[in-house]
């Protein structure tokens, strides 16, 4: 899983890449500073890993990870190329989630690209950029499809169908809305649509938590009154998250007991949980002697196809599997214990995994 940080310069992208990765990275007060993208990754922390590790405490534990993408600030006119606009959009269509930070906090040492603190303006700036390029791409592809849609050849019905997508899509981004969630769609012509956007990589399809960089400067009333201008502009309380970037960065450098002393909680755990939400992802695990580990699936994922996470043989040699609820046997504390309790199911290709779900793959040979 890729997750792109964008934003305009100088709002915090940097600052919150390196919190999140502990990767120390290049950090100043200017504008595309991050010409080339920083990539770190991130482990997901999870207590469910960390109790079931407990059972086989020699065994290695291994958590989920997600790598984000420092991507440099975009400005106005990126899609015309303006601030090496094109080459920062290129880097956005390559991520799955796009995690936009926008700038609440004022800095006089800090200057900002528009010289004001706007956040809802910061957010339509950005949004304009990427539904215009997406624009350009989608008006680029029909000119493409036209001569096929008119013509008599094999090609025809494919074209035809491909141009009334394209003409919802474009429908949709002359409105200023975004591709996420898909407009609505044709059923018969639903899977040709989500084919396009992973080949095209449109921009406004991919899912976005605005992640709102303040710090204690910010008062409660603020915040407030900034949460009430995001709801009453259309955006639920699920696709923004308040945090103080800085502050988040300053305690890689604390220890445990010393966070815990001065009172200060870390909020990048949730970034990651609303991560995972965004893009409809849902977590196993394989627990036992040798490694106790968290794996990342699809919602609504088979049994085969997790196997197949593991790897790809897997899933082609998949006979069946051995499933209980990760809470399930914490209580019977053991394999052993479980299954002389009859907790553990056997599951065949069918199956679909649940969340949480614990799991031993049966695997056949070459």
Known sequence: MRIGIVGLPNVGKSTLFSAITKNPVDINNYPFCTIEPNVGIASVEDDRLNQLHQLFPESQKIPAIVEFVDI??????????????????????????????????????????????????DIEIIKSELILADLELIEKRQHRIAK???SQGPEREAAEAEKVILGIYKEQLNQNKWLHPLPAIPEKLLSLALELNRNFSLLSAKPILYVINSNEGVTIEQQKEL??????????????????????????DISPDEQKELELISKLENIVRHSYSLLGLSTFFTSGDKETRAWTI?????????????????????????VINWQKLLEAESWKNAREKGLIRREGKNYLMQEGDVVEFLIGKL
């Open 72 to 121: 440099a600030g975009l400005v106005k006119n990126a899609h015309q190329g303006e601030g090496l606009g094109n080459q920062f959009l290129a880097n956005i269509r390559n991520v799955d989630a796009i995690l936009e930070v926008v700038r609440s906090f004022s800095d006089e040492n800090i200057g900002h690209v528009e010289k004001k603190i706007d956040p809802l303006q």
């Open 148 to 150: 096929l849609a008119r």
């Open 227 to 252: 949460e009430d201008k995001l709801s009453k502009a259309g955006f639920s309380k699920e696709q923004f998250i308040f945090i103080d970037a800085k502050l988040e960065k300053d305690m890689n």
């Open 298 to 322: 699809p919602k609504n994922c088979s049994a085969p196809e997790a196997a197949g996470v593991i790897h790809s043989d897997f899933q082609k040699l998949f006979i069946s599997a051995n």
